[in-house]
């Protein structure tokens, strides 16, 4: 009886085991070539395709933070500059015409200076300082804080603050818009990536003292007669954003700036101030 179950199972497999068995040895015989290939070229336009999302999503997180620092460099830029002018000329008596003359003498002095630009390239563009007296708490004698310098020091009021702005660039190659408080000698950075400021000068001719023109500093015979100035700006970003260089030009005053063959954003802003204590 034992004989014939070892006889039973020598037998060969056959049927449906056999198939599978033949099946499952075939599938172990893994991946062809052709399908490693394809299966390889599948992966790569997956990994490339989230490589470009990837890509574009920083490109685009790039520009609109550059975006964002552009115009918060511009509120910044805007907001000095028109606090600044519009204290010019500002005296610690009222105006020359309701003054005592000896304390017109005592307390006389030209508001503005100025100088124009020679090019168009950093650095080069226009210069401009404007003067006021400060003003001072008379319990401490000390500056009260109303009145401020481009610095935000405050001024006492008998001293003549010269305020003087200027687009200088520094040892890194960067432009800045800087301000002297001692005539020129020297220079504190405001704000950052200004390329450019030019300046014109608003004149009055009639008694009513509106202004009948602007004009350049050299075109400026009486710098007793300007009454308002119109600033323009050039602002760039930090850096190159993720795009073609642009064609656009930028007219500042009696200049144009551009094109560029960078890819830094560019805005400029225009700013008209009246000088409220030459204007009144």
């Known amino acids: 009886m034992s004989s014939r179950k070892v006889n039973r199972t020598q037998q060969p497999i056959r049927g449906a085991r056999a198939r599978s068995l033949h099946r499952a040895g075939r599938l172990q015989t893994g991946f062809s070539l052709i399908e490693l290939l394809i299966s390889m070229l599948l992966s790569s336009l997956v990994i490339l395709a989230v490589v470009g999302v990837y890509t574009g999503s920083r490109e685009n997180y790039t520009t609109q933070d550059e975006v964002g620092r552009l115009q918060e460099n511009m509120r910044i830029g805007s907001g000095i500059i028109e606090r600044t ?90 432009p ?16 950052p990536d200004v390329e ?20 350049t500093w050299n075109a400026v015979t009486d710098p007793t ?34 094109p560029f063959s960078d890819r830094f954003l560019r805005n400029a802003t225009e700013s008209t101030i009246v000088l409220r204590s030459v204007a009144l």
């Open 85 to 174: 002018f519009r204290q010019g000329n500002y005296k610690r008596f009222p105006a020359p015409r309701d003054q005592n003359p000896m304390l017109i003498a005592a307390f006389s002095f030209v508001p503005l200076a100025g100088a124009d630009g020679t090019g168009t390239s950093p650095g080069n563009s226009d210069m401009i300082e404007v003067r006021f007296n400060g003003s001072t708490d008379f319990a401490t004698a000390t500056p009260d804080g109303v009145v401020v310098d481009c610095m935000g020091a405050p001024v006492a009021s008998t001293v003549q603050a010269n305020n003087r702005f200027m687009v200088r660039v520094d040892a890194g190659g960067r």
């Open 176 to 191: 800045w818009l800087n301000c002297s408080t001692d005539g020129g000698i020297s220079w504190t950075p405001l704000i």
């Open 196 to 215: 450019a400021m030019e300046v014109l000068y608003g004149l009055y001719t009639s008694e009513n003292r509106s202004v009948s023109s602007f004009v």
């Open 225 to 258: 007669r300007v009454v308002a100035v119109k600033i323009h700006m050039l602002y760039r970003s930090n850096a190159e954003a993720g795009m073609a260089p642009s064609t656009q030009t930028y007219p500042l005053a009696e200049r144009t700036y551009g």
